[in-house]
């Protein structure tokens, strides 16, 4: 099969007044076309890191990272990213700010009517066709990822980065455009490489699930396929045998193998050790 | 009894004009009180200092001076209107100038560190300094008391600009340069959509910034160099021992200050934009 992203050998290491500080260390990744990967681990694990890398807006210090066997050296609307806080200008409107990524990317081939109906249509896509003369200050937390969601769609890019797309959200928000994104993304057909820190989310979304171990210096600690046949149901799945493996897997590895550092486990025994 | 029935006749047209009455009344009656109240001081002041002209003096002379304002009898006797146009058109000269310098330097410095660890410095020690510090250089270099009080404004007002555009573009979220990096967006594309949307709220502030200070040095600027403006005639006033006309003069100085204002105000709220 194709590898679509590569990530070979890449580590980060970032430059602190304290000295120098390895985020990463040695992470190596394939992610196929059409497939829908996250990226899991605790706050401080370096998956923001890592897909900062595959957007190209931070370079590795070592390594190298490939999208469609080209090197990644910067970003580029081929790789389109749907940040943690939507990120949308508050001085344009929901489709002027859909508007401004399509016409970046297909305005040298196409007239004014083609880029107005795609816009729409990125709208219609995430159902905020209604409230595209709106200013993101007037409309809800739920509606401005949808709209970041819509941009990033709009400009058809190779991989959809998502950063904690839904972080933000409330629970019952957060579920219903996780529905959505499951629909849109069988529709786009959409390579997806999504952080995030929520079991659930992973599980239900995901090809495959990528665990980080904790920081510094951290690395890819285990791959979870998970086999569950699409479309997936979050009813139906919730007394599913394997989605309820998958899930406890995930956990297993989160909160045993790689408990919460902020939760001090470790510093309580060095602790003792020292007294 | 009477009453109720008078307001149940009422048609809601009507009782929706009397809150809207009430409410104005409400919000005029803190400044009437307090006008009243520095009449009243004044006019005390006035009784036990004979030289200070009482409210009623300096009514009867604002009515004489604004029956017309735009009486021109050669340079040294021009009306109160066209003493406050020269102040305004200096300070708009001034002022314009140091925009269009100001707000490019504020730019600079603000995208680009080097520029910043360069300016930053001066923009420290000048600041401070007086811009009447600055009058007799102008006197020398452009030879003529009008370019000299307009450079007296430049330089006042040039620093709140630079300023705070500077603040502005180096506090442009971090967010939105992303956006613009992902999209690969043209410099000119990222300059129009994204930093000057972002910082003009900034660069507004710093206008207004200016513009209060410039009317501010605008008077003491006039009152050294002479010739028209209503600094010049304030001083002009005081050699004749018109007191009553200073105090006139205080106060359109401070009602064009307040028009000013409230104008930039106004322009500001045009051009601000709601965050998350």
């Not at chain 1, 590795?60 to 050296?73: D, K, N």
Request: include cysteine.
């Amino acid at each position: 099969m194709e590898k679509f992203v590569r990530i070979e050998h890449v580590g980060q290491t970032f430059v602190t007044p304290r000295g120098a500080f390895v985020a990463l260390h040695d992470v190596n990744l394939t992610v196929a076309p059409g497939e829908f990967i996250s990226l899991i681990g605790h706050s401080g694990c370096g998956k923001s890191t890592l897909l900062n890398l595959v957007a190209g807006l931070t370079r590795p210090t070592t390594g190298v990272l490939l999208c469609a066997e080209r090197e990644i050296t910067g970003p580029g609307p081929d790789r389109a990213v749907v940040f943690q806080n939507h990120s949308l200008l508050p001085w344009l409107t929901c489709f002027q700010n859909v508007h401004l990524a399509v016409q970046r990317v297909f305005g040298a081939k196409e007239n004014k009517a083609q880029l107005a109906e795609r816009t729409r249509a990125a709208l219609e896509l995430v159902g905020l066709a209604y409230a595209q003369g709106k200013l993101p200050g007037e409309i809800s937390g739920g509606m401005k990822q949808r709209v970041g969601i819509a941009r990033a769609l709009a400009i058809e890019p190779q991989v959809l980065l998502m950063d904690e797309p839904f972080g933000a959200l409330d629970a019952l928000t957060r579920a219903h455009l996780q529905d959505e994104l499951l629909k849109i993304v069988a529709a786009t057909r959409s390579t997806v490489v999504m952080v995030t820190h929520d079991v659930d989310e992973a599980v239900l979304l995901s090809d495959r699930i990528v665990m980080l171990t904790n920081g510094p210096a951290a690395t890819i600690g285990e791959i979870l396929t998970v086999p569950l046949a699409r479309p997936r149901d979050r009813v139906a799945l919730s007394g599913d045998t394997t989605y309820l493996a998958c899930r406890s897997a995930v956990v297993d590895f989160l909160h045993r193998r790689y408990s919460n550092p902020a939760q001090g486990a470790t510093p309580a025994v060095a602790s003792l050790a020292t007294t | 009894m009477m009453s109720t029935t008078v307001i149940a006749a009422d048609s809601p047209r009507i009782a929706a004009w009397r809150i809207w009455m009430e409410s104005a009344l409400r919000a005029a009656i803190g400044p009437v009180a307090g006008f009243a109240l520095f009449v009243l001081v004044w006019q005390a002041i006035a009784m036990s200092v004979p030289e200070i002209p009482t409210p009623g003096v300096t009514w009867d002379a604002a009515r004489v001076l604004f029956a017309d304002p735009f009486y021109d009898n050669g340079p040294n006797d021009q009306g109160i209107g066209w003493n406050v146009l020269a102040s305004l058109r200096r300070v708009g000269i001034g002022f314009g100038l140091a925009a269009v310098v100001g707000i490019p330097t504020g730019f600079v410095m603000g995208r680009y560190a080097a520029a910043n660890a360069m300016f930053s410095p001066l923009v420290s020690l000048l600041r401070p300094v007086s811009p009447l510090a600055w009058l007799p250089l102008g006197l020398l270099l452009f030879k003529g008391a009008d370019l000299a009080a307009i450079w007296a404004i430049f330089i006042c007002s040039i620093w709140p600009m630079v300023i705070n555009t500077a603040a502005g573009v180096a506090r442009v979220p971090q967010d939105y340069l992303n956006v613009a990096r992902v999209l690969s967006l043209s410099e000119w594309q990222v300059m129009s959509k994204v930093l000057l949307p972002s910082v003009l709220p900034h660069i507004l502030t710093g206008v207004r910034l200016s513009i209060g200070m410039a009317w501010l040095v605008i008077v003491a600027a006039e009152m050294l160099t002479g010739g028209t403006g209503i600094g010049f005639w304030l001083w002009d006033e005081w050699n004749n021992l018109k007191v009553e006309h200073i105090v006139v003069a205080i106060f359109v100085i401070g009602v064009v200050g307040l028009l000013l204002e409230v104008a930039l105000v106004r322009l500001a709220r045009h051009f601000a934009y709601r965050e998350e």
